[in-house]
């Protein structure tokens, strides 16, 4: 993994800051709170000629993942992160738009869990554009996963999560593309309580690994 940059604070970031905790909500651990077009405010971590869009599961919010975004943009990529609830495809759109705008030739999207996956599969069938797409303890169903259409898919699971494991393996050889694959990591935690336990650092770097080949 290569070393990430040392961390910059411009104008933009000091606002940021100064206007997150003005409204009582600071942001995750190293991100900063940024407003979309559509008037979203989401987290975002980094900045990089390669972006990524992270969607949280039902239950879970940005913060959960501050851990993996934190690791992403230490390697020289853009993050913003949001909550399933808020991720409709104009918002998903909204996202990516703002990562490209900022300097991300392209963008992938990670999503978590059932809710996640949902939202990744309305926003391929919208249309969306992304290089790559990576689902984290999620499944879908056969619509669901024929809309994801032919990017590169990476699907991951707890080695002891059995239904998640096993529906990641389904999925990756179900799965439109040549380029699918299926990462297995230690443990039996779902979605983001996987960087509490013992299968963090796999799930970091394998993630983290799966962006750096297309970045």
Do not use: H
């Not at 993996?68 to 998903?92: G, W």
């Not at 992938?108 to 919208?126: F, H, M, P, V």
């Amino acid at each position: 993994m290569r070393p990430g940059r040392p961390a910059r604070l411009g104008l933009v970031t000091v606002l940021a800051l100064v206007a997150a905790a003005a409204c009582g909500r600071p942001p995750p651990e190293g991100a900063v709170e940024v407003t979309l077009a559509d008037g979203t405010q989401v987290a975002s971590w980094g900045d990089g000629e390669y972006g990524v869009v992270l969607i949280a599961d039902d239950g879970e919010t940005a913060a959960d993942w501050a851990a993996l975004a934190t690791e992403i943009a230490a390697n020289r990529m853009a993050v913003v992160a949001l909550d399933s609830a808020a991720a409709d495809p104009d918002t998903l759109a909204a996202a990516a738009r703002w990562l490209t705008d900022g300097g991300a030739e392209r963008v992938a999207t990670i999503a978590s869990g059932d809710a996640g996956g949902t939202r990744l599969a309305e926003a391929a069938g919208d249309g969306a554009a992304v290089d790559q797409l990576i689902l984290i303890s999620g499944s879908l169903g056969d619509d669901q996963l024929a809309a994801l259409g032919e990017p590169p898919k990476l699907f991951i699971a707890a080695e002891g999560d059995e239904a998640g494991s096993l529906g990641a393996e389904q999925m990756t050889d179900a799965a439109a593309g040549a380029w699918n694959a299926v990462l297995l990591v230690p443990g039996s935690d779902r979605g983001a309580a996987i960087l509490g336990g013992e299968g963090r650092d796999a799930l970091i770097d394998g993630v983290v690994a799966r962006l750096e080949e297309r970045r």
